[in-house]
């Protein structure tokens, strides 16, 4: 079975910095992709950005960036030039590649931006 | 843009009361799943549907519950008897045959 952690409860940064959210994964796949969601007080489950495994590569979408080390099973959210909109819960998912599967989520990390 | 959308947003039920959540995913996608968020709590896979059956289900998903899709484009989710600890937000999901699911706004469940 897969398992997603996430580290870190609550963080907080200052408005326009620039900050990283960690997310570590356990699982036996060699082909899957990993999804960061944004959670916002509607509590609306949001795609931020995502990453396939066989890539290389690593994902960006426009200020949100991942750090995907998959020899360490780290996938990690960087983003710049925080924003107020950005204060939310964030959680980290993956996903096996075959079929329908599921979605298994961390914990998640609550991100609160200060003006 | 094409969304996933949930109705009621918010139910208010009694305890062993049968209480039926409704979710319309997107027209063209082919997977559908339901997941639920006790308050606090992370995010739990409850069900998965595909080709007019379940293809794979959770330990939360005993006999309680069920999934039906009706008519096509309604995807349903029913708890025959509901539990105090069934109180949480009920999200479900769709796909097409790619890899991203996308949510709907959430059903919060609330059991009295």
């Known amino acids: 079975a897969q398992t997603v952690t996430q580290s870190q409860p609550e963080m907080s940064v200052q408005e326009a910095e620039t900050v990283t959210l960690s997310c570590t994964y356990d699982?036996?796949?060699?082909?899957?992709?990993l999804f960061w969601y944004k959670q916002p007080p509607s509590r609306q489950m949001i795609l931020v950005i995502r990453?396939?495994?066989?890539?290389?590569q690593n994902a960006t979408e426009n200020r949100f960036s991942v750090n995907f080390q998959k020899a360490a099973k780290s996938f990690s959210l960087k983003i710049s030039d925080s924003q107020l909109g950005d204060t939310a819960m964030y959680f980290c998912?993956?996903?096996?590649?075959?079929?329908?599967?599921?979605?298994?989520f961390g914990t998640g990390t609550r991100l609160t931006i200060i003006p | 843009e094409p969304e996933v959308t949930q109705t009621p947003s918010h139910q208010v039920t009694q305890m062993g009361q049968e209480v039926i959540l409704r979710c319309v995913p997107i027209?063209?996608?082919?997977?559908f799943y339901w997941y639920r968020q006790i308050l606090g709590q992370k995010v739990e896979f409850l069900v998965s549907?595909?080709?007019?059956?379940?293809?794979?289900k959770s330990e939360i998903f005993d006999d309680q519950f069920s999934v039906e899709r009706p008519d096509g484009s309604n995807f349903t989710l029913k708890i025959r008897s509901t539990k105090l600890e069934d109180s949480a937000m009920y999200f479900c999901?769709?796909?097409?045959?790619?890899?991203?699911?996308?949510f709907g706004p959430g059903t919060r469940l609330t059991v009295l």
């Open positions: 998912a993956f996903r096996a590649n075959f079929g329908n599967e599921k979605l298994t």
């Open positions: 999901a769709s796909k097409v045959s790619t890899d991203t699911q996308y």
């Open positions: 990453q396939e495994a066989y890539k290389q």
């Open positions: 549907f595909y080709n007019n059956e379940i293809s794979e």
């Open positions: 027209s063209n996608h082919l997977y």
């Open positions: 699982t036996s796949e060699n082909n899957y992709y």
